[in-house]
């Protein structure tokens, strides 16, 4: 399954990364953004065991390799094995782009561009809009910055553990000071308390992966009547992709619009295309085609 880029020396090789790996749509994803782009590149699969991580990476570059997109669970480690990170990675503190340039290792993070490009689809800007934050790991620690630069109005994050929704508040102050919106942190059990309605309500947990939803009936019940009062459609977005979630279900059935988060992966897909292939922003790749694809293949 691994890909080896000694196999393919007239071709630039890329891969995805992970533990598992086999379920993954990157390589269908980066094939249809190289026919769009005429780009003679191969993209492919690489596993690795939990404990060889970092050889596995060092081991790709050394043959040739030009650049890894990384899945759990090694976005930490990636993370702290590059020489250099952007803004939104440093910010995150976990990486899902690696590429190396003048024998360095770059990291980027582009899992929050995604999301707001993909929720962007949906409403053309987030300027002014509230965000509902479900969770605060590290799926969550990659969209604050991004959300923020999009000029939201406001950023509620709740979570189970008080201290960790706080910790990202902290963490982020600053940057939303500087553009106006406001950051919130709430423990999982106060939802009931909220008065004010949101915009985009975003299930960061890990329980899109279970059967489980993160929010109770009533929790969900009351979300659905306070955010009643907006005249614009009220989005539920679940990052986890390829099924229709107890969430979403749930969401659904109190009258939201939900959403998956396979445009957020081919959103964030596309910032690594462009970026490893150096393209010029006035090329743009046509995702809704990717994502129609996909869509149909499901």
């Known amino acids: 399954m691994n890909i080896q880029p000694q196999d393919y020396p007239l071709q630039d090789v890329y891969a995805v990364i992970g ?3 086999a379920h993954s749509k990157s390589p269908q994803i980066h094939e249809m953004f190289a026919k769009q782009t005429n780009q003679n590149m191969k993209y492919g699969l690489l596993f690795s ?22 899945t759990v669970p090694f976005k930490n480690r990636a993370f702290a094995m590059c020489d250099e990170l952007s803004s939104y990675a440093q910010a995150a503190g976990v990486v899902n782009i690696l590429w190396m340039e003048n024998g360095k290792l770059f990291g980027e993070n582009s899992d929050g561009l995604g999301l707001v490009k ?3 689809g949906e409403s053309d800007n987030l300027k002014d809009r509230s965000v509902l934050i479900l969770g605060a790991g590290g799926a969550v620690q990659g969209v604050i910055l ?4 999009a000029q939201v109005a406001s950023i509620v994050i709740v979570n189970r553990t008080f201290e960790k929704a706080l910790e990202l508040v902290n963490r982020f102050n ?28 975003i299930n960061g947990t890990s329980t899109g992966l279970t059967s489980d939803s993160p ?8 979300l659905a009547m306070i955010c009643e009062t907006k005249e614009k459609t009220v989005v539920s977005y679940d990052m986890v992709y390829g099924k229709q979630t107890a969430f979403m279900q749930q969401m659904q059935e109190q009258g939201f619009v939900v959403k998956d988060g396979l445009g957020m992966l081919v959103e964030q897909a596309a910032v690594a295309f462009q970026l490893w292939r150096k393209l010029p922003d006035s090329l743009s790749l046509d995702t809704n085609l990717v994502l129609k694809t996909l869509r149909e293949g499901l």
């Open 49 to 70: 065991e939990v404990d060889d991580f970092e050889k596995t990476v060092q081991d790709f570059f050394a043959a040739g390799g030009c650049g890894l997109n990384v």
């Open 174 to 201: 600053t940057e939303a000071e500087q553009v106006g919106a406001h950051l919130g942190a709430l423990e999982s059990h106060w939802i009931e308390n909220l008065d004010e309605p949101f915009d985009i309500i």
């Open 215 to 222: 929010l109770t009936s009533v929790q969900a019940s009351h």
């Open 146 to 149: 991004p959300l923020i630069k």
């Open 118 to 120: 993909d929720l962007m």
């Open 19 to 21: 533990n598992p790996i």
